[in-house]
């Protein structure tokens, strides 16, 4: 387990069209851990997210050159089932999306696209397994019927955690979760992620360098489409190795 | 290597604040020691007294210290070289004011010693406040200028003084042995040596910090095992 690797990155190239928004990139990417990824905008941090579950195919003209691997298996290959991909390797939103229908059909849906459920009773109970997990239950089991879009935000961004758990991935991805949240709602968010690894990888982009520093066991840190270093957060955040990220982490923009 | 600015100009503000008052401390410490000796050496009881006085404002200074650095880690909540650097402020501001307060002991002991004869002409005692002044003052230097290597020198030369204190300790054994009239003097002024071996030491521990802060490597505990 101490060196396993779940999702491997070698000399990832990234363009748009004629730009280029990743060079070289190489990541190791460990099991059971919270890897953060720091960065001023457009250093390429959410480009490398993205191409993590294939988020980019969708972009006329992108494309990426170099490897990424799932427990070994290219991700990129012909014969990747991109949709089984996804269902693996889940996102998570800065602006929380929940569909316009009920807290327990948002929770279910994925699960009935997928036939993951035989029976309604099976299907109540992912639907409880997930919200427990991702700690929302409590507030909203005597509501699971209203819509979802009578929750707060915070709760919001919960639902779309527990519909990202309820279709079983092993992956998570998150693109700034906890941006547009209030601090309470944010401490929340972070304790889940704490608990979350347990069971699955996550891998989190974030513009605060302090949710980085509490939640993450590594952090990579991007400029200009470059991996500048990629080490132990407990590391990076008190003797980073690199002069660059050193200024950056320390607020010296200039 | 300089430092490039913060983009937040007054967080480099409160930064340098709290390293000048560092360095105003340890300035007023260091000045304390050699005063201390001073008088000593040259019979001066009112320069002692000085001393003595002056270790108040020293006090003022290191929680005036203290309160900035809380201050920072509150507001600022700074990582890496800064975090290192607070966490240096932190640890030597109190070496620094036990410099202080021993330079007050060695004043109370010079003040005693003043009112009787004098035992033997201070030779090696000066020689040894030197040698404690002279790394004293390059472990500050070091923290000045952020000189991990001036820092690595500081450490070894501790063993000077910790190497002279031995010599003054054995010296005044034989006043002591030859006649036991002179012992009340003599263990006084082996408490000044062993105060000045303590300059010394609380010298390397501010030198320890500075490569801490420099490189941001803990040599505390490889340094104790290599002394022995």
């Known amino acids: ?141 005597d509501r699971l019927h209203r819509s979802a879009m009578s929750l707060s935000g915070g ?80 590391k990076l955040f008190t003797a980073p190795a690199k002069r660059e990220t050193e200024d950056y982490i320390t607020g010296r923009f200039g | 290597m300089p430092d490039r600015e913060h983009t937040s100009k007054h967080y480099e503000q409160q930064l340098r604040e709290l390293k000048d008052k560092l360095l105003l401390m340890s300035h007023q410490a260091e000045q304390m020691i050699s005063d201390a000796i001073r008088a000593l050496v040259e019979r001066k009881p009112s320069l002692a007294e000085e001393v003595i006085q002056r270790d108040d404002e ?26 290192r650097f607070i966490a240096t402020a932190l640890k030597i501001v109190k070496d620094i004011e036990r410099i202080g307060d021993i330079a007050v002991n060695i004043a109370e002991r010079g003040l005693e010693l003043i009112q009787e004869p004098e035992l033997k002409r201070l030779v090696d005692l000066p020689i040894m406040a030197d040698a404690a002044q002279k790394i004293l003052k390059e472990s500050l230097d070091a923290f000045v200028n952020s000189d991990a290597d001036l820092a690595e020198k500081v450490i070894t030369n501790d063993n000077i003084v910790d190497d002279l204190y031995e010599q003054i300790f054995r010296e005044l054994l034989t006043y002591m042995l030859e006649d036991p009239r002179a012992i009340s003097r003599a263990i006084k002024l082996i408490f000044i040596a062993k105060h000045l071996e303590r300059v010394g030491d609380h010298s390397a521990n501010i030198a320890e910090m500075v490569i801490f802060l420099v490189r941001g490597q803990d040599i505390r505990h490889a340094t104790r095992l290599d002394r022995r």
């Not at chain 1, 968010?189 to 302090?210: A, R």
């Open chain 1, 155 to 234: 709760q919001q961004q919960r639902l779309c955690i527990a519909r990202a758990l309820a279709v079983e991935p092993e992956v998570i991805l998150m693109d700034e979760p906890a941006s547009a949240l209030d601090p309470i709602s944010t401490a929340k968010i972070e304790e889940l992620i704490y608990n979350l690894k347990q069971n699955y990888t996550i891998i989190v982009v974030t513009h605060n360098m302090q949710q980085a520093a509490r939640i993450s066991d590594e952090t990579g840190f991007f400029l200009t489409g470059r991996l500048v270093e990629f080490s132990e957060t407990k």
């Open chain 2, 58 to 83: 020293l006090d003022k200074l290191e929680i005036a210290i203290d309160n900035t650095c809380y201050e920072v880690l509150a507001l600022e909540q700074p990582v890496a070289r800064d975090l």
């Open chain 1, 1 to 141: 387990m101490a060196d396993s690797v779940k999702i491997d990155v070698s000399h990832a190239n990234f363009f748009y069209g004629n730009n280029q928004a990743l060079y070289d990139v190489s990541m190791r990417i460990r099991p059971q851990f919270v890897t953060a990824l720091i960065g001023p905008s457009g250093c390429g941090k959410s480009t490398f997210l993205r191409s993590l579950n294939r988020m980019n195919d969708l972009i006329p003209n992108a494309r990426l050159q170099g490897k990424v691997q799932l427990d070994g298996a290219d991700i990129y290959s012909d014969n990747m089932d991109v949709i089984d991909l996804r269902r693996r390797v889940g996102m998570i939103f800065q602006r929380s999306n929940p569909f316009p229908m009920s807290i327990y059909d948002n929770v279910a849906y994925g699960v009935r696209v997928n036939g993951l459920a035989k029976k309604r009773v099976q299907l109540d109970q992912i639907v409880e397994k997930t919200l427990t997990a991702a700690a929302l239950w409590e507030e909203v089991k």
